[in-house]
């Protein structure tokens, strides 16, 4: 459909994401999941198959409605309800085909999720996909650099914005990447890395160490420690075993973060410039 809008009524940011599913959004997303559970046979002519109602109420330890449409009602009275049938449909009974359409179903409607592969499909091909946050495509094509570079980074990001996600260890990964970073880029002689908040309060002293792109233009390297604070700030008040959890909000600024000083500060400093 061709829609250029007279007004700006209808002129929606894409990157800012949908956290729940909008009377707009949720019927079709329920009719892809009745789809799904007829051509997998898990629900025919609106009947539960009863193999799959059995192992499926042992998992979860509830009744399952005999019905199709009860079945579906019963999950999405609630994002996290629809959340978690779309995890079971994507990760069991539906094939590459629905999943493709679900993720441009999602896309389109700004959802803040999508579908990523898992490679644990089953026998007959179908599933072998899980639910994860969806992050906006710029955000995702710099990550990309960094993910593709080291494991612990990728692993901090799966855990951030996995569903259900793990903001304890996306903040731990991250972190351990961070302080790897900064030891293999000004302290390369050490084999026990500087906490990040060491290393703020190094800068902090003596900022003529701290070398990274565009630091001709962009002089104030406050900027940069601010940054590093920040991760310093979060990791220090989520230790293992001491105070409050992370939110969601503070696990994606540490590994967000981690990712642009990785892209700020990759080209190795000057041999020399680094005392320890």
């Not at 901090?156 to 790897?180: H, Q, S, T």
């Amino acid at each position: 459909m061709d829609f250029q809008p007279f007004t700006n009524s209808f002129a929606f940011d894409p990157d800012v994401l949908i956290e729940d599913f909008p009377d707009y959004l949720l019927p079709h997303v329920e009719r892809w999941v009745r789809t799904v559970m007829h051509t997998s046979g898990i629900g025919v002519s609106n009947s539960i198959n009863s193999t799959f109602k059995r192992d499926l109420e042992f998992r979860i330890r509830r009744i399952v409605p005999n019905q199709v449409g009860s079945f579906i009602n019963s999950w999405t009275s609630n994002p996290g309800g629809t959340c978690d049938l779309l995890t079971l449909m994507l990760q069991n009974y539906a094939s590459d085909v629905q999943v493709t359409e679900l993720v441009d179903l999602l896309r389109v409607n700004s959802s803040a999720y999508t579908a990523e592969p898992t490679g644990r499909g089953s026998v007959d091909e179908l599933g072998g996909y899980v639910l994860v946050r969806r992050v906006p495509e710029a955000v995702r094509q710099q990550a990309e650099i960094v993910l593709s570079a080291s494991d612990l980074m990728r692993n901090a990001w799966n855990a951030c914005y996995k569903m259900p996600p793990d903001y304890i260890e996306a903040v731990r990964l991250a972190n351990d990447f961070m302080e790897g970073l900064l030891r293999d880029k000004f302290w390369s002689g050490r084999t026990r890395p500087y906490t990040v908040g060491q290393v703020v309060d190094k800068f902090e002293q003596d900022d003529s160490m701290l070398h990274f792109k565009a630091e001709s233009f962009l002089t104030d390297k406050t900027k940069v420690i601010a940054l590093l604070k920040g991760i310093a700030n979060i990791r220090g008040e989520h230790t293992t075993g001491d105070g409050r959890n992370p939110t969601a909000d503070e696990a994606e600024f540490i590994v967000q973060t981690s990712i642009y000083l990785y892209t700020l500060l990759e080209p190795v400093v000057p041999v020399g410039s680094s005392p320890d």
